[in-house]
């Protein structure tokens, strides 16, 4: 099993910056891919970044390139989401996910992951 913890979320004024991250832990070494998602209430979860853990390529939901950047520290297992140039719809809920076990990875579909994280909140004021 793999287990997934978030931090980092905060509350920030618009404009401002915020690092996530995210830890994983347990059977590590079947990750196939982590990716970042978010969900403010009433809408649906979103995809932010993927990457391929084997390959370190990185991609972005098109909406989110250019003010997100996911990087990785593959020493610790945790991958980051710098979040900058923050606005007040960026306020949601984030979360970490993982697919494991299957060889699959590339996609920013949430119910192609079958690990996740209980999430970090992210809340933006003007």
């Known amino acids: 099993q793999v287990q997934l913890a978030e931090s980092g979320g905060g509350s920030v004024q618009a404009g401002g910056s915020l690092r996530l991250s995210c830890a994983a832990s347990?059977?590590?070494?079947?990750?196939?891919?982590m990716a970042w998602f978010r969900q403010a209430p009433g809408k649906e979860r979103e995809g932010v970044a993927v990457?391929?853990?084997?390959?370190?390529?990185?991609y972005y939901a098109v909406s989110m390139k250019g003010r997100f950047t996911l990087s990785r520290d593959n020493a610790k297992n945790t991958v980051y989401l710098q979040l900058s140039s923050l606005k007040p719809e960026d306020t949601a809920m984030y979360f970490c996910?993982?697919?494991?076990?299957?060889?699959?990875?590339?996609?920013?579909?949430?119910?192609?992951?079958?690990?996740w994280g209980q999430g970090t909140q992210v809340t933006v004021s003007s």
């Open positions: 990457i391929h853990t084997a390959s370190g390529a990185i």
């Open positions: 347990g059977y590590t070494s079947n990750i196939d891919c």
């Open positions: 996910a993982a697919r494991a076990g299957t060889g699959g990875c590339g996609s920013l579909v949430h119910s192609w992951y079958n690990y």
